[in-house]
């Protein structure tokens, strides 16, 4: 099994889905780190701090720099390089275990039993009793449509729908 182990890292990327925070321990290391990030597919922008503010992501928790996936793209959290190391909590429905939140909801489609499997841990839950939840497939390939991106137009935007006339709300 393979573990993450940040601390040694002179730069460590944070995904969630199309963002991730990029944390670059030493400010020496920060250009090389910008370069690294120019050449992998996959990535749209590198977003320095008027990026960041941009984006909605100028926090004092948010990376330096940040990535954004391209918009048909999404980061993954694997840090193993092979399948049969990869640690316990890859497959479990664990979110607060893992170093990002890719893939939480993302049965495994290759097995005919997944649901079965899931019945007795379910069972568990609705009891109030301790319960281990194993159906996330390794292969991220199953994930289709992503978010963490702006939209590129209105249109793609949040919807909102409400019953109540917008005349009755209060002005902003």
Known sequence: ??????????????ADHQPAHVYVRRPEDLAAT???????????EILDD??????????PCSGE??????????FTYYYWLDG??????A??????RKPATTRRAVHDPED???RLKAAKPVARKKLGMRYRLAVVPLDASPVRG??????????????VLVSTPPAQYPAA
């Open 91 to 96: 497959q479990l429905v664990e979110i607060h």
């Open 146 to 159: 992503s978010h963490g991106r702006l939209p590129t137009s209105d249109e793609e935007g949040p919807l």
């Open 50 to 59: 008027d990026g960041k503010k941009a984006n909605g992501l100028d926090h």
């Open 84 to 89: 049969a190391r990869a640690p316990d909590v």
């Open 112 to 114: 005919p039993y997944v």
């Open 65 to 74: 720099p940040d990535a954004v996936a391209a918009s048909d793209a999404w």
């Open 34 to 44: 910008r370069e690294a990030l120019k050449d992998p597919p996959g990535i749209d």
């Open 1 to 14: 099994m393979e573990d993450l182990d940040p601390m040694p890292s002179r730069a460590v990327a944070v």
